[in-house]
T-cell receptor, first 111, second 115 residues
Framework: TQLLEQSPQFLSIQEGENLTVYCNSSSVFSSLQWYRQEPGEGPVLLVTVVTGGEVKKLKRLTFQFGDARKDSSLHITAAQPGDTGLYLCAGVSGGYQKVTFGTGTKLQVIP | KAGVTQTPRYLIKTRGQQVTLSCSPISGHRSVSWYQQTPGQGLQFLFEYFSETQRNKGNFPGRFSGRQFSNSRSEMNVSTLELGDSALYLC??????????????FGSGTQLSVL
């Protein structure tokens, strides 16, 4: 069974602070996705990283895929209250849209 | 373009009953996946359908089943409900062609409570 462990599980920070969320697995994934989910809604895809060592930036969010394609990180610069939500990493392997989701990181940004 | 539509939004059932949830994917999307989300287990993959065929299945008991119609709409059924089946059931649609770069678009889910 493929598992994706995220850390930290919970994070409460002040507006303007920086933070990093980690996603680790003992399995190799063909690609890795990051989602954000707000209460009462489904997850929304933020980014997909495919190549080991790949770095992608989305405004204040920076995503990195580990060289061995087993881990990933999400760094948020100058967090804002609108960044509040549940962040989920998800590993894709074997095709046919079977996606393994991580344990999740609940982020709260306090104004 | 309309998003993924799941109905009903909320559902309350009692143990032993069965339930059917519905999902209408984004127009043109042929793949529909179902996930169960609980506070303890997180998001877990149930199954995926493409062109009316189940292509992939997660580790859930046979009480959980699904199907897809020719218009790509999908239903999932849970029989003999147990208290532990209380969860948010999410449906995701995708074109079904892009493999590893496939983008999943999720609906808002159906919140099922089993009493």
């Amino acid at each position: 069974t493929q598992l994706l462990e995220q850390s930290p599980q919970f994070l409460s920070i002040q507006e303007g602070e920086n933070l990093t969320v980690y996603c680790n697995s003992s399995s190799v994934f063909s690609s890795l996705q990051w989602y954000r989910q707000e209460p009462g809604e489904g997850p929304v895809l933020l980014v997909t990283v495919v190549t080991g060592g790949e770095v992608k930036k989305l405004k204040r969010l920076t995503f990195q895929f580990g060289d061995a394609r087993k881990d990933s990180s999400l760094h948020i610069t100058a967090a804002q209250p609108g960044d509040t939500g549940l962040y989920l990493c998800a590993g894709v392997s074997g095709g046919y849209q079977k996606v393994t989701f991580g344990t999740g990181t609940k982020l709260q940004v306090i104004p | 373009k309309a998003g993924v539509t799941q109905t009903p939004r909320y559902l309350i059932k009692t143990r032993g009953q069965q339930v059917t949830l519905s999902c209408s994917p984004i127009s043109g999307h042929r793949s529909v996946s179902w996930y169960q989300q609980t506070p303890g287990q997180g998001l877990q993959f149930l199954f995926e359908y493409f062109s009316e065929t189940q292509r992939n299945k997660g580790n859930f008991p046979g009480r959980f089943s699904g199907r897809q119609f020719s218009n790509s709409r999908s239903e999932m059924n849970v029989s003999t409900l147990e208290l532990g089946d209380s969860a948010l059931y999410l449906c995701a649609s995708s074109p079904g062609r892009d493999g590893l770069n496939e983008k999943l678009f999720f609906g808002s889910g159906t919140q099922l409570s089993v009493l």
